[in-house]
């Protein structure tokens, strides 16, 4: 049976060998060897081909290298003999397929037939996968909101199964790619003639009609060891043993299998992801380092995404809290429509706001959920607009008042991962609907009390030992405790102002990022976020509280050696012992001397330009070119992988307007280029750094894209608007 597999593998790669061939001889004939591509919004190349062998495929000519790599592994079908000798040719053959499937979408690329768009419904898939929303995801993949990657290809018997299989896999908040087709039918068109919402924000991903298209799901998944894992291009056997090790995908192969499907899948059991099928396929048990089925089957619908999981050895554990609707991080993107709309509090509709206190443990009653509010039910039932104000009081033997503001960050997802539940904003100017369909199902007013009541006490756990959550929604009551609410917000302001890396005696260290980075540490001080942008100082410091032996550590300060540059020798020891000598010492407040190490998931990247004596800092998500010459894209790749990279330095928006900011290279001074939506993002706060450091109105002499994107028309503006950098001592 098993010889079946790899004969099919075998067949399926010759054939996609030469079907690149083919289209390629095409591409060339028609625009000539040294015509010029590359995916869109990627720093390398084509990643498979870059990762496995480390030749960039920049042209045409290129893909013909590439191809000629793919070749050299193929094999002839085999005629009998036993089954054992044919694994290799099967893998080998699967790694020939990624890399003549990679040129085969390029080349689609280049025809401007990528992204698919269904010629039925005029829905456009998703298509190739940017770095950029590769590291906008690498903080979920460390943090375990997202523990894994499912690639379904195929067609289910049915829409409804269809709807089920991947609302299991939403719940469970794995992220799952749909490609491929059955029978003329797709996952894909499933879901949306069922009217599930696709995308990004709702973690089920597009990527094309084809089996071929699952490609872009392993393309995703090889650059998690290039961009996080610091993998050398090239080194192909590092590169996957850390897919099997860390990336967590497996996949789901709905109805019968070809050869090209077939072949896929050797190239994915190459990488250590695998496959369940719900046909009567051969099962090929763990060869080598494996330790789970490499293939299996489940003819049950309702099984075959929990044995997908235990297959990849996924231990997931989900908190739901008692509602009527599915609940999860993959609902969290999910938008509600005006139309859709049952009722809304807020967004300057009402009054409304969200406030969570600390209280004694005898002032509240835990899991108590009060409506404050005249005729509350039947105004509820009626829909339309309502004044809401959220108090959540928390009591706790380890809450301590600075934890407040840390607990009502997280209302947010408390309530947008209720599907059909909505939530924006924060304090008072939060903004929360609730759809029809949630309605439906059975939601109520008294649900928001207890999802967040659950959640909190699940997110805080061991802090958090009673919650009780009052909803007003009459106006005067509303308006009435806002008053109070504002005075409290503004207290924790004052406080949070007041937390300078001189006023405490530990830092925090978030290990997170090791799973994929094994050497990189963030060091978290109060005036210098972790880089990704999503944890502060006191997060790490409840998240301590939380969980003492996990992800964020106490670091004591220990002595100052270097107050400018910010050296503690707390910091240095601890990092030794954190990198496993990798980092030896760290300069908190500069750039140009052991700054701190990058991962991959930073949100901006600052990077010297020493013709103009200053920095540039350009934020993920801008696609534009730099005065350096480079895009974040390509900068991004240079950065990352948990080395200390003088002069490039990957950080959190909000650390920009921070008094640290590169203290020791002369702070704020040296920024001399920054997108326009980056300035404007954080315009309010820099406002007020500029004016404390004695130069307000910098962020207007900073140059943009709409001013420039090299460095010779730069320095003209810099000299024109006379910017402070180029009076500065020389960075170098
Ligand atoms: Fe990763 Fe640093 Fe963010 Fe922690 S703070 S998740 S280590 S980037
Ligand atoms: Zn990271």
């Known amino acids: ?140 993949l460390v943090d375990g909101t997202m523990p894994g ?106 109805g019968e299998l070809d050869d090209i499907k077939w072949t896929t899948g050797a190239g994915a059991i190459n990488m250590g992801f695998p496959a369940i099928g719900d046909t009567d396929i051969p099962v090929i048990h763990p060869t080598g380092v494996c330790t789970y089925e490499e293939v299996d089957k489940e003819f049950d619908h309702s099984k075959i995404a ?44 009402t009054a409304a706001f969200e406030w969570v206190r600390m209280r004694e443990l005898d002032e509240i009653e835990d899991n108590k959920i009060i409506v404050i509010g005249e005729n509350w039910q039947q105004r509820y039932e009626a829909g339309g607009q309502m004044p809401l104000g959220i108090l959540i009081e928390v009591a706790g033997r380890k809450m301590q008042k600075d934890f407040e503001s840390v607990i009502e960050r997280k209302i947010h997802s408390n309530i947008n991962e209720a599907q059909g539940i909505w939530h924006m904003g924060q304090r008072d100017i939060n903004w929360v609907r609730i759809s029809n369909a949630a309605k439906k199902e059975g939601f109520t007013l008294e649900h928001l009390g207890i999802l967040n009541a659950t959640m909190t006490h699940h997110r805080f756990r061991s802090i958090v030992d009673k919650v009780q959550v009052t909803l007003y929604v009459d106006e005067k009551d509303v308006k009435g405790r806002l008053d109070e609410a504002r005075i409290a917000y503004r207290e924790r302001d004052l406080r949070l102002g007041s937390l300078t890396d001189e006023a405490v005696d530990t830092f925090y260290s978030c290990l997170l990022c090791q799973s994929f980075a094994p050497s990189h540490v963030c060091v978290i001080t109060p005036e210098r976020l972790g880089l990704c942008g999503a944890y502060n100082w006191l997060d790490g410091k409840a998240a301590f509280e939380i969980d003492p032996t996990g992800g964020n550590q106490p670091i004591t300060k220990g002595e100052c050696l270097d107050p400018k540059f910010g050296r503690y020798t707390g910091a240095d020891e601890y990092l030794k012992k954190a990198t496993g000598g990798a980092v030896e010492t760290l300069n908190l407040y500069t750039i140009m001397e052991n700054p701190m190490t990058s991962c991959g998931c930073f949100e901006c990247i600052i990077a010297i330009i020493p013709e103009a004596n200053g920095v540039m800092i350009v934020n993920r998500g801008f696609t534009g070119m730099t005065p350096i010459g480079m895009k974040f894209s390509t900068l991004a790749g240079t950065v990352g992988g948990g080395a200390q990279t003088p002069g490039f330095m990957g950080v959190g928006v909000n650390f920009i307007s921070s008094k640290k900011f590169l203290y020791g290279d002369g702070g704020l001074k040296r920024i001399v280029w920054m997108p326009k939506g980056l300035k404007e993002r954080i315009a309010e706060d820099f406002r007020k750094t500029e004016e404390a450091a004695g130069v307000p109105g910098l962020l207007d002499k900073i140059a943009d894209e709409t001013i420039c994107e090299d460095s010779e028309k730069l320095l003209e503006f810099l000299t024109q608007v006379g910017h402070p950098a180029l009076s500065m001592d020389p960075m170098i």
């Open 1 to 140: 049976m098993s010889k079946l597999i790899a004969t099919a593998a075998i067949r399926g790669a010759n054939k996609l060998v030469a079907q690149a061939e083919t289209m390629l001889e095409k591409a060339i004939n028609e625009k000539g060897k040294d015509y010029v591509f590359e995916f869109p919004d990627t720093a390398f190349h084509l990643p498979m081909i870059y990762a496995m062998t480390a030749f960039p495929v920049k042209t045409l000519g290129d893909m013909k290298v590439g191809l000629g790599f793919a070749k050299e592994l193929l094999h002839d079908e085999p005629e009998e003999h036993i089954w054992k000798p044919y694994l290799g040719e099967a893998l080998d053959s699967g790694m020939a397929t990624l890399f003549a499937e990679e040129i085969i979408l390029a080349l689609r690329y280049i025809s401007g037939l990528e992204p698919c768009k269904d010629p039925e419904t005029g829905y456009v898939y998703n298509g190739f996968i940017s770095d950029t929303i590769q590291r906008n995801l690498g903080i979920q």
């Open 149 to 254: 990657f499912a690639a379904i290809i195929g067609a289910a018997p049915s829409d409804d199964i269809a709807v089920t299989i991947v609302r299991e896999l939403q719940e469970k908040n794995i992220l799952t790619f749909l490609s491929g087709q059955y029978k003329g039918d797709s996952v894909t068109k499933q879901l949306l003639r069922k009217g599930v919402q696709l995308g990004w924000d709702t973690r089920i991903v597009p990527l094309g009609p084809d089996t071929e298209h699952t490609l872009y799901a392993l393309d995703w998944a090889i650059r998690a060891s290039l961009i996080f894992g610091g993998k050398k291009p090239g080194d192909f056997k590092e590169h996957l043993k850390y897919q099997k090790d860390r990336v967590f995908a497996f996949a789901i192969v709905l």
């Open 306 to 349: 929990q044995k997908a999981i235990e297959m990849r050895g996924l231990k997931i554990t989900v908190e739901k809290p008692p509602i009527p609707v599915a609940y999860g991080p993959a609902f969290e993107g999910e938008r509600i429509r005006k139309e859709d709309t049952f009722i809304e509090f807020g967004g300057q509709r």
